[in-house]
């Protein structure tokens, strides 16, 4: 197991959602190449509503990851500052 996957492994609490894990999953995969991201571009590529995304957001912002989210802005739609 890598590093950066034992990390997440380990400070990944066990009650995130499927919804909650394919959000992180979705920032995590990104975060290198993005620092934006808006609820509702991440809400097309999962399938969700901007409004599922921004609720699930809460405790991808609460956990430890390896990862931070910060909520940014509320535009059209919420934006997300992510970094690694």
């Given at each position: 197991m890598s590093t950066t996957a034992s990390q997440a492994a380990t400070a990944a609490p066990t009650t995130l959602t499927d919804k909650q894990q394919a959000i992180l999953d979705y920032l995590r995969k990104n975060a290198d190449t993005q620092t934006?991201?808006?609820s509702r571009l991440i809400g097309e590529e999962l399938d969700?509503?901007?409004k599922?995304?921004?609720t699930n957001m809460t405790p991808l912002q609460e956990g430890e990851f390896d990862i931070d989210v910060e909520k940014w802005g509320y535009s059209s739609s919420t934006t997300w500052m992510v970094t690694t």
């Open positions: 934006y991201f808006k969700m509503s901007a599922e995304v921004g």
